[in-house]
């Protein structure tokens, strides 16, 4: 069997009893740095061998991994902080082993941005994860793009030495909104410094950012400009049933879908 275990993102004490007796019970340990990791395993007296799973060498760690569960051995896959494949090492791993028809399970536990939703305030109720943003200016606009107009908080991870540059992008194509970073989750300097995003964030950039963003209002959907009519053409257009079309139109606008049902009947299916 292979496990994906979570550890801690800061305070050491914040992993399950599941997680150690894991840790313990396996042959063989997959770190994304075995020298952070001993820091953890250290601390719980754990002593296993240990091999390195990083995003460098994910292919040929999954080929390993794979040899060693069909030789009988246990294995657990974990990295530096948190759920392994969430913005980690361990995605190309996953697909390897299902392909393979390897068993494998989650041990679940700490985790960065879900941790830093709740620090945040900001609505919690419907969120997406976009993690590290391209190190490209171009890539990094078209993949805000396509999450501008969504109407839920968006979750982002941020180094120390893109932050600023992050935000920059984020306001560039978002406008202005309501933000929140949190840094040093679990630990005895732990802050959510919220600002507007056209502000940026001042001080000085120590430490892995999240960065959290409010969702677009209807105000800023440009599909809310079109008539009632052309709002669930568009969609149409795009391959939805007219159903479905009204139904996402309603949502867009914020308003109950029997208030356009109205303006669907004049429109063939």
């Not at 494949?85 to 536990?109: M, W």
């Amino acid at each position: 069997m292979v496990y994906f275990v979570a550890t801690p993102i800061g305070n050491l004490k914040d992993i399950s009893l599941r997680a150690l007796e894991i840790l313990r019970s396996v042959d063989v340990i997959y770190c994304e740095d075995t020298r952070h990791s001993l820091k953890l395993l250290n601390a719980y007296e754990i002593k296993k061998p240990l091999k390195s799973c990083h995003k460098f060498n994910e292919r040929e760690a999954a080929e390993k991994i794979i040899a060693e569960a069909q030789e009988g051995k246990e294995i657990a896959i974990i990295s530096d902080a948190g759920m392994p494949v969430i913005s980690d090492p361990g995605n190309v791993v996953c697909s390897a082993l299902k392909d393979a028809e390897v068993e494998y399970t989650v041990v679940p536990g700490a985790n960065a941005f879900l941790s830093a939703l709740i620090l945040s305030s900001l609505p919690a109720d419907r969120f997406a994860f976009i993690g590290f943003l391209p190190d490209k200016a171009g890539e990094r606009r078209a993949l805000l793009e396509k999450y501008k107009n969504l109407d839920m908080t968006l979750c982002f991870h941020c180094a120390p030495q893109d932050v600023d540059r992050d935000i920059s992008s984020i306001y560039s194509v978002f406008g202005e909104r309501n933000a929140c970073v949190v840094r040093e989750i679990t630990k005895i300097h732990e802050e959510a410094i919220t600002f507007k995003l056209s502000e940026g964030l001042q001080g000085e950039k120590r430490g892995e950012y999240v960065l959290l963003v409010e969702g677009a209002s209807g105000a800023d959907n440009p599909l809310n400009k079109l008539s009632e009519e052309e709002h669930i053409l568009h969609y149409m257009r795009g391959g939805m049933s007219k159903k479905d079309a009204v139904k996402q139109a309603a949502k867009d606008r914020g308003v109950a879908k029997s208030e356009l049902y109205k303006f669907s009947i004049d429109i063939g299916d």
